[in-house]
Structure formats: structure tokens, C-alpha cells
């Protein structure tokens, strides 16, 4: 495959990445919440669920834990305007480069378009998008000319001098997330964009909008199965040869700002505004996303660092995380699943509370066989939904009942056999206030704070605004 024709993997290798799921809720929205113009998802992940119905004129706001999942969302739920890169030099770029960009934009948008984009003439969007194209051809052209080792190279390649481990069995080698070429690639364009953010060169918006190209490159081209949690270790994959290639992001212009958050999900609940729908779509299993993600959460923090030497120093583990850079969430173990969940659906401002459940391999039937799953689960979340005090009434619906008016499409059938949606009408519930959202501890502790935090948006003399609460700070920040 081309490096230059690959389509844009919108996360699809994120765990429980909910895209082919979209147009069943949609549909089940308007059949059983035909009112409903504002959602949240405080379990957000790829943002997936809330740059589908910001498309479509809904209000969102958006909450993870891990900081990548932030990034995303304040480049395609917090753009609404073209970026101009004033303090960036833009040298002239080649014809074959605005092409290439061009025409991975359209396959892009052929592919998405219908999910994401408001716009989908190509060249209108293209034109749209100011300067980025040219930000990005820069960027490539540094990236690609790069020679020196950095971060990348060091800590989280073979080559480099800082990436041995050592493993809790016993066995030993070097990390290997990259090619040699890929990780220089990526050390030449993480420190560009640190260099440009620390000079003031970048504003808030635009240092967001080249971390998401980077980002979802990188899991593109990372020598990994799917998660962060490790790597080919002999080898690298079909897909870790190819070059690295900074592509435009489908962004939209369209639509409400959003609410964001980095945050715990029951703390960004209880302090959301009020939403016509709560979507929640909670880890059913024992993977900690935030060490299973941890090299995305690195890239997203990478120019925001202010002891980043210290920080790598300490990277531990055969996956190379720095162990004070963590979340441990209560959802991710089966005997606090339920009562966190409770605690969670209980401080939410919201009129309907719908939860996405899969019935495959989860905290009630991990090691059971896939085609013949258990019940335990789908009748905890079912006692959980017929509590009183939390709603006036619910439903269960599986995921083949709404597709039932679709055309079957091959493939989709078997997928959507384990899924389940719960919908539960909420009993009101009295906030006076929302409480403030504290930071993360981790994004404390490493000065992060400042620029990962909660943004409630606001409209002030016709500017889109919003206002980033962290750590007992307010930070205007103009879009």
C-alpha cells in the first residue's frame, strides 16, 4: 500500500471504538428521544460518539482520562474557525505535497465524510483549512530530513540507548514501537511543535490541530498490535515500514463548541452541564487504558512538559510508562463495576441515561467462549436500570432490533449479536451548583494541569469561548 494513499484510521484500533455503532444510535434516538439535541460521554475515547452528532447540530461535551482522547476533542470538537499559524514561518509548499495532502483528504472524507464532516467538497474544505496544509508539509519535510535522535529514538526504539527492559519473567531486549526512520521522523516533529508552543509561536487551538495528525499517524505506523501495552518484539509489522506521514485531520467548523474534559468520568458527571442525553460506554474488562495507551498520552503531553528529561528518566516496564503517569479506574475491575457505575448515573445532570454494553469477553465472562457468553452481566446492568431512585423507567434493547430496518450488510450481524443498549428515563435530580472538576493527579504532578483540564464553553460578544478549570486555575481561552 502506498504511503501516500492510506485512508485515516480515526482510532479504529482504539478498544471499544464505537463508529460502526453510530448510526444505530442515532436511529434509536430519534425513534425513542425525538427531543434530544444535547448528548455527553464522559468514557470518550476516540470522541467518535460526540463528532458524530456535533455534525449533526447537537451540543456535546466529552470526558477520558487519557490525554490523547483530550487532544482529539479539542481539535475536532473545539475548532470553529480556520487556523491561521501566524507565528509559524510557512515556506512555499510543492504542487505534488498540496496533492498528496488533498487526495488523502478526499479518501478521508469519502470513507467518513457522511459521519463527521459537515463539508465534503474538497476543495472548499481543503481551502478551509488556512495554513495547516502548510504547517504540515513543513513539519513532514522536517521530519523526514530529521537525523538526530531524541525522545523517540532513545527510549522507545532498538536503537536507542535508553530502551532496554528487563521483564517480569525474566526475559530481556529493547523496545521497538518504531522503525528506525519512523522515530526519528517523529523526534524531528515533537520537538518542532515543543519548541514552537514554548516560544509562543502556536496558539492554544492550533498546537492541538498537529498533535491529533501525529497522533493518529502513529497508530498507523507503530510496530504494535492494536494497543500501546506492548510490541512486536522480534520484528517489525507490514504496517511499522511504512513511512510516516502527516495527514490532514477531518476536522469540522460546523457544529457547537463542545464541553471537555480530562478527567475521572464520575468526578466529569456530577460537574457536566445538563444534557438532554448521557451516553455512556464504560470499559467492560480488566485493561487499564491509561497503560494501554500510554505512548499516545506521552505524544499528547509532549509539548506541554516542563520536566520532560526528568519524566523520561523514569520510564519503567517493558512498555516504557513512567509509573507516576497512571489511572487506575474502578470500572476496569468486576466487583466495583456496578456500585461506580451506580455512583456515576446518580450525579449525572441528564434526562436519559443510555449505556452501550457488549455481552462478548468482559468482567462476567472474560474466559468464556465468545459464541456461548453468560448472562451475569446483562442482569446486573438490569437491576441496576430498574432502580427507582434512579429512573422512572427503561428498556433494553439489542443492537440487531434497531438494525432490523437497515439492509443487512455482511459482517455486522455477528457484531452486533452481543451488543446491547440500556436506556433509562432519569429521575430529577436537584443540582444547586456543579461542583468543580479536580485535575488529574497525574497531570499534577507533571505540570500538565494547565493544559489538560475542563473547558465549559461560553459565548461572549460573539466569540466562541470557553473557560479551562484546573487545579484551581481559570484559563480563558479564546478559539
Known amino acids: 500500500m502506498s504511503n501516500h494513499l492510506r485512508s485515516g484510521s480515526l482510532m479504529e484500533k482504539y478498544l471499544g471504538n464505537k463508529a460502526t455503532l453510530l448510526p444505530l444510535l442515532e436511529r434509536f434516538f430519534v425513534e425513542q428521544i425525538p427531543e434530544a439535541k444535547s448528548i455527553s460521554d464522559v468514557f470518550a475515547g476516540t470522541n467518535n460518539v460526540s463528532r458524530y452528532f456535533r455534525a449533526r447540530g447537537w451540543q456535546t461535551a466529552t470526558c477520558d482520562v487519557n490525554r490523547f482522547s483530550y487532544v482529539l476533542a479539542q481539535a475536532y470538537l473545539c475548532t470553529s474557525s480556520s487556523p491561521h499559524f501566524f507565528g509559524v514561518r510557512l515556506p512555499k509548499m510543492e504542487s505534488l505535497r498540496s496533492r498528496q495532502l488533498q487526495t488523502e483528504l478526499e479518501r478521508n472524507v469519502a470513507r467518513y465524510g457522511a459521519l463527521y464532516a459537515a463539508e465534503t ?54 523496545r521497538n514501537y518504531f522503525s528506525l526512520k519512523n522515530a526519528l521522523f517523529l523526534d524531528g516533529v515533537l520537538n518542532c511543535i515543543r519548541e514552537w508552543w514554548c516560544e509562543g509561536r502556536l496558539e492554544r487551538n492550533e498546537v492541538f490541530l498537529l498533535l491529533a495528525s501525529v497522533l493518529e499517524e502513529t497508530v498507523i505506523t507503530a510496530n504494535v498490535n492494536g494497543t500501546f501495552h506492548d510490541f512486536n ?29 480530562n478527567a475521572d468520568a464520575i468526578a466529569a458527571a456530577a460537574s457536566f452541564a445538563h444534557h438532554d442525553i448521557c451516553y455512556l460506554d464504560p470499559p467492560y474488562n480488566f485493561r487499564q487504558y491509561s497503560a494501554y495507551y500510554h505512548l499516545l498520552n506521552f505524544i499528547a503531553a509532549y509539548p506541554f512538559f516542563s520536566e520532560i528529561e526528568t519524566y523520561v528518566t523514569g520510564l519503567a516496564h517493558v512498555r516504557g510508562q513512567h509509573p507516576e503517569d497512571d489511572f487506575t479506574s474502578d470500572f476496569c475491575f468486576r466487583d466495583r463495576f456496578i456500585s461506580s457505575l451506580h455512583k456515576l448515573m446518580s450525579s449525572v445532570d441528564a434526562d436519559h441515561v443510555v449505556v452501550s454494553y457488549y455481552g462478548g469477553r468482559n468482567h462476567w465472562n472474560h474466559w468464556a467462549n465468545v459464541e456461548n457468553p453468560t448472562d451475569e452481566g446483562l442482569h446486573q446492568l438490569k437491576e441496576l436500570f430498574e432502580d427507582r431512585s434512579l429512573f422512572k423507567g427503561c428498556e433494553i434493547i439489542p443492537a440487531l432490533e434497531i438494525r432490523k430496518n437497515y439492509q443487512s450488510r455482511v459482517g455486522e450481524q455477528k457484531s452486533l449479536v452481543n451488543e446491547y443498549l440500556f436506556h433509562g428515563i432519569r429521575q430529577k435530580i436537584l443540582r444547586k451548583t456543579a461542583p468543580s472538576l479536580p485535575s488529574l493527579a497525574a497531570n499534577e504532578r507533571w505540570g500538565l494541569a494547565p493544559h489538560f483540564g475542563h473547558i465549559r464553553p461560553s459565548k461572549q460578544n460573539g466569540v466562541n469561548q470557553g473557560v479551562v478549570t484546573s487545579g484551581g486555575l481559570r484559563h480563558v481561552v479564546v478559539e
Open 121 to 174: 467538497d474538497i476543495k472548499m474544505l481543503y481551502r478551509s483549512m488556512g495554513n495547516l496544509p502548510f504547517v504540515l508539509s513543513a513539519l513532514q519535510d522536517l521530519g523526514e530530513n530529521n537525523t538526530k535522535p531524541g525522545i523517540i529514538y532513545e527510549h522507545f526504539s532498538q536503537w536507542g540507548a535508553h530502551s532496554s527492559f528487563i521483564s517480569k519473567r525474566g526475559t530481556s531486549g529493547k
Open 233 to 261: 518484539r522480534d520484528r517489525l509489522w507490514p504496517n511499522a515500514e511504512q513511512n510516516f506521514q502527516l495527514r490532514l485531520p477531518l476536522i469540522s467548523f460546523n457544529g457547537p463548541i463542545a464541553e471537555t474534559a
